[in-house]
């Protein structure tokens, strides 16, 4: 079936950088909208940044100037190149789909709950970034 698979998390530096990556398999990953969400330590589940099939954009105020969303369709690519990382960045990031395009991306709680529910068509596994002071 359909699947997300993330990569590129790991640990950094504040004012550091890492880029992470989102590869899609088995539905029609140019026809959807996708994202990325984070959980860090006791927050809930937010939206960070998002891009539509149309690449119209949408990310948080806290990560505006910061980091970049963008997709390669051609590899089924969703990625996140985020800057000037701070330690509040910390959290496990995971990359989302709605391909029905009838998905709500208003999660609450947890991601490890939303994912399970029926916000969206599909989620990866999570990876985690990790910024030190």
């Known amino acids: 079936g359909a699947h997300l698979v993330e990569s590129g998390g790991g640990s950094a530096q504040a004012g550091g950088s890492l880029r992470l990556s989102c590869t899609a398999s088995?539905?029609?990953?140019?026809?959807?909208?996708v994202g990325w969400y984070r959980q860090g330590p006791g927050n809930e589940c937010e939206l960070v940044s998002m891009i539509n099939r149309d690449y119209t954009t949408y990310s948080t105020d806290s990560v505006k100037g910061r980091f970049a969303v963008s997709r390669d369709n051609a590899k089924a690519t969703l990625y996140l190149q985020m800057n000037s990382l701070k330690p509040e960045d910390t959290a496990v990031y995971y990359c989302a789909a709605d391909y029905g395009l009838g998905g709500n991306w208003g999660v609450k709680g947890a991601c490890s709950d939303a994912r399970l529910g029926k916000y969206l068509d599909e989620w990866g596994q999570g990876t985690l970034v990790t910024v030190s002071s």
């Open positions: 088995e539905f029609t990953f140019a026809d959807s909208d």
